[in-house]
């Protein structure tokens, strides 16, 4: 393996685990943290619509 080669294994690692953290990050931390925040906007709305009904 020359130099050429070794350098090109060394920046698709790069790559790769850059990728791999950034698919756990937005797996455990974005994804989550939208749907919660998605839900509990929803629910606020649904009471809103049921205290304007009463």
């Not at 939208?34 to 304007?52: I, M, N, S």
């Amino acid at each position: 393996m020359d130099l050429s080669q070794f350098s090109g294994f060394l920046v698709f690692l790069t790559i790769f685990t850059m990728g791999f953290w950034l698919m756990i990050f937005l797996l455990t931390f974005v994804i989550p943290y939208w749907l919660v925040g998605y839900f509990r906007e929803t629910w606020k709305y649904r009471k809103e619509e049921k205290a304007a009904k009463k």
